[in-house]
């Protein structure tokens, strides 16, 4: 550890400095370092183990250390030990364990020491000969008031950063709510899990559908209310988690299971049910005796369930509401698995059929049912300029006979199926004496499509789709009517002239930043290189003063969960949207990304001394926060991204009781593709390529679940012929907020036709013209319309210009004129009245119709 002096006048560039000559003057400082930090004299560091002298200084490290540990014996070897386990509460080693964080005293927050590491966040091929390494902006580090519950991870695990933003967050916060791996929700207690079959639509209306959780089935496997058996997360992967039961159970919950399977040890199996059970049958018997078992248990709701053990179980009543394993005093160890078989296809809820199963219906699925998955990975491999393949691993268990594995999908996912397989996905809705007529599961966002997949050798096994990416560039691709351009140029100049307020949250002044490198990238395009070089150093000015401020609202790093949080919220965890909880990154870092990719586009100083840049150090970072490529110590991979569902959330380590949810599609869309651009101006082709992929399972989900009628039903109508959403609610044209358990036509803001519509959209970048087609706003515009003749609440001309700017993708001529009537100065703080009439005159159709 190196400790430099707090009052060192040139103390960052001594920190930045590779001189040996500087850092062995700087070590003066090492004697008394313990006593003088208590007294905030010094500052502590370590070493950067990337530079050679770094490499140095930690190899010396480790051997004092060795020598220190002979001394002292295997017992504080082991006081060690146990003392770095404790600090896994901060997902880093590297930093002080007792790091205090930032506290309120007096109304104000003070904030904590400043303990600065170079995070090493940063790495880029300029070009094919010369590789340049790049060192971040420095972070303080925080500690996180939140800290994970009831996790005891694996080794490998243990020292990564925590995901934050992941499907199964719940399982980490207060407790009691749901998790929804689909086509199930969950909730797991102490000895006991609770199933409930997610198709259970509690309220459909035309503002929403919600599927509360309802526990169909309670699994209990140990005495009641044994801590030793309280679930504890051990393991996660891209398609799953793991919970652990002390010895008793594991459980592997897996994305797209038909069924949920437990691992039980020496357990005593009992199942409960708050609806009354009507028969329960035994559909076959195994060729082995012992080998397996199967139970059919109907409930008087008419829903049918499938009960699988292997080696076999004996299943009785005790009541109408309870199973249990006999004789009562009989222990099982094996695995056990349940789900709920259907005998109609697909099985839209709101219809309210209910077909009984007949046994020879089940027999076609027990044959497959021996192997289950325990885990999963995704992978993006590239296949050509404009397409990926998303692959799913699945890592599997069962005995050697058991060569396939159920899973199910989504409707999105059969939008880009391998054309090998597209035949199994059609036939499995449409072939009803197929054994996957049993497996078709219905869930909020629509019928899941039941697949069976081979088992490779080691067990692994796997789907290929194909993935269209979206050629994302800095400009639209049709030119600017030459009538127009003077028009602009006037409004772009008065734009500028017009002050900006700077505000204090990420989110409005990510925005504000967006808008002025929107207003440079214009100013290029017409020419005005004045206006250009103002655009630019607005954004360079306003971001240097921020990265360099002492504000209570500066970026800081967090230990904990390991990212990039606003140090206020630390204290008021609502802040900024509730971004030191995690909560909208993607919205909110993507507004600076996207500023400094243009910034570094459109300045050539800035593009020939990236490796210098402060603005550039600090974008990567906030890049590796949103879009890390793969799980490391400091951040976790693609921070909303759910390789599952495509799209994003935005919930932060805030308790859901819908599982997840997200708000603003458009904006996670512009997130990443604010990251594909950073990467094609810094010309690092590896970033820009995550970016494409990432905006692209963004861009075709938001297609999906978030736009009526879902391009799933547009482009196979034979396969969803009951659409995706029920009838009351497909009334609308655009969902305000998607969630695990539920779809709302509002927004956490209000219920305006505009902010519904409105929030779906923005910004209106290159990116939109993958997200907003025309055949669909043809469709769309006519409720979005109505906003503009609404008498009470009558439109804000905030929202006006946004209203237009949609408009003008099947109306340019009419959005022009719209734009017309608007106060430039009411304009929202991410728009001006020169971006939307350079986004109206740049529409394919304005050439042919604004040209006169």
Not at 286 to 302: E, F
């Amino acid at each position: 550890v190196l400790c430099y002096p707090r009052d060192s006048k040139n103390f960052k560039r001594v920190l930045k400095s590779d001189d040996a000559r500087q850092i062995m003057a700087a070590r003066s400082a090492w004697k008394g370092c313990g006593e003088a930090r208590e007294a905030s004299e010094v500052t502590c560091l370590l070493p950067n183990p990337d530079t050679p002298l770094g490499k140095q200084a930690w190899q010396r490290i480790r051997v004092g250390i060795g020598f220190l540990a002979c001394l002292v014996g295997m017992l504080a070897l082991l006081s060690i030990h146990m003392g770095w386990d404790e600090s896994r509460e901060k997902n880093n080693h590297m930093v002080e364990p007792r790091l205090p964080v930032a506290k309120r005293e007096g109304g104000k927050v003070k904030p904590p020491p400043e303990i600065i590491s170079p995070l090493r966040l940063y790495e880029t091929r300029f070009n094919k000969t010369e590789e340049l390494d790049v060192e971040s902006h420095y972070f303080t580090y925080v500690v996180h008031p939140l800290k994970p519950k009831n996790m005891k991870l694996r080794k490998d695990k243990k020292h990564m950063a925590l995901p934050t933003n992941i499907w199964w967050q719940n399982l980490v916060l207060d407790g009691g709510a749901p998790i929804v791996p689909l086509p199930y929700s969950i909730v797991p207690d102490v000895n006991s899990l609770s199933i409930g079959y997610s198709e259970r639509l509690t309220a459909v209306t035309p503002q929403s559908v919600v599927g509360a959780f309802v526990a169909d089935f309670t699994i209990s496997f140990g005495k009641e209310k044994d801590k030793m058996f309280a679930p504890v997360i051990t393991d996660y992967d891209d398609l799953s988690v793991t919970l652990q039961y002390g010895n008793r159970a594991t459980l592997p919950l897996v994305r797209g299971s038909p069924l949920i399977s437990m691992e039980i040890n020496e357990g005593r199996v009992q199942l409960s049910t708050k609806v009354p059970i009507k028969s329960l049958e035994i559909p076959e018997s195994p060729p082995l005796p012992g080998d397996y078992s199967t139970y059919q248990i109907l409930l008087t709701n008419g829903q049918n369930w499938i009960v699988y053990t292997r080696p076999a179980i004996r299943l009785e009543w005790s009541n109408t509401s309870h199973l249990q394993q006999f004789p009562p005093s009989s222990k099982f160890t094996g695995v056990f698995r349940i789900g709920m078989v259907t005998c109609q296809a697909p099985p839209a809820p709101w219809n309210g059929r209910v077909i009984p199963c007949q046994n020879d219906a089940i027999k076609d699925i027990i044959p497959n049912l021996a192997r289950y998955p325990v885990g999963g990975s995704v992978d993006l491999i590239p296949s050509s300029d404009d397409s990926s393949q998303l692959v799913y691993t699945w890592k599997t268990k069962g005995p050697k006979s058991a060569t396939s594995v159920l899973t199910s999908v989504l409707p999105h996912h059969i939008l880009m199926i391998d054309p090998a397989q597209a035949a199994l996905a059609r036939q499995a809705v449409t072939n009803m004496s197929n054994w996957q007529s049993h497996l078709n599961h219905y869930c909020v966002k629509g019928p899941m499509t039941p697949l069976l997949v081979a088992a490779g050798k080691k067990g692994n096994a796997q789907i290929q789709f194909n993935l269209k990416l979206p050629r994302l560039g800095f400009y639209e691709e049709a030119k600017i009517p030459p009538n127009l351009t003077q028009d602009i140029e006037k409004s772009l100049r008065e734009d500028l002239q017009r002050s900006s307020r700077i505000p204090g949250d990420t989110y409005h002044f990510g925005k504000i930043l967006a808008k002025y490198a929107r207003l440079a990238l214009i100013a290029n395009a017409v020419g005005l290189v004045d206006e250009k070089q103002k655009a630019l150093a607005f954004i360079e000015t306003q971001l240097n003063n921020y990265i360099n401020s002492d504000s209570p609202n500066s970026i800081v790093y967090d230990t904990t969960w390991g990212g990039l949080i606003v140090q206020h919220g630390l204290d008021e965890p609502v802040w900024d949207f509730g971004n030191a909880y995690y909560n909208d990154h993607h919205f909110h870092y993507g507004y600076f990304i996207y500023a400094v990719a243009i910034w570094v586009h459109l300045n050539r100083a800035a593009r020939e001394t990236a490796p210098q840049s402060p603005l550039v150090h600090f974008a990567a970072g906030l890049v590796k926060d949103i879009a890390s490529e793969k799980i490391t110590s400091k951040f976790p991979r693609a921070r909303h991204k759910d390789f599952f569902h495509g799209h994003s959330w935005a919930s932060g380590l805030f308790k859901m009781l819908d599982g997840r949810e997200q708000e603003s599609c458009s904006e996670a869309v512009n997130g990443y593709y604010a990251v594909s651009l950073l990467g094609k101006a810094l010309r690092d082709t590896k970033m820009e390529r995550f970016g494409r992929e990432l905006a692209a399972m963004e861009i075709l989900s938001a297609r999906t679940y978030y736009q009526i009628p879902s391009m799933a039903v547009e482009t196979n109508p034979r396969l969803f012929p009951q659409g995706l959403y029920p009838p009351a609610f497909s009334t609308n044209a655009m969902v305000g907020v998607v969630g695990s358990l539920m779809a709302s036509h509002s927004t956490w803001f209000g219920s305006n036709v505009e902010y519904v519509h409105g929030i779906q959209m923005i910004p209106f970048t290159p990116a939109t013209y993958h997200l907003l087609p025309q055949w669909f706003m043809k469709r769309e515009f006519g409720q979005l319309a109505k906003a503009l003749v609404r008498e009470d609440p009558a439109l804000e001309e905030s929202w006006a210009g946004y209203v237009h700017m949609a408009q003008a993708i099947i109306d340019p001529k009419g959005a022009w004129g719209g734009l017309q009537t608007l106060n430039a100065s009411k304009f929202d703080d991410g728009n001006s009245l020169a971006n939307a009439m350079f986004w109206v005159a740049t529409r394919p159709q304005s050439a042919n119709v604004l040209s006169h």
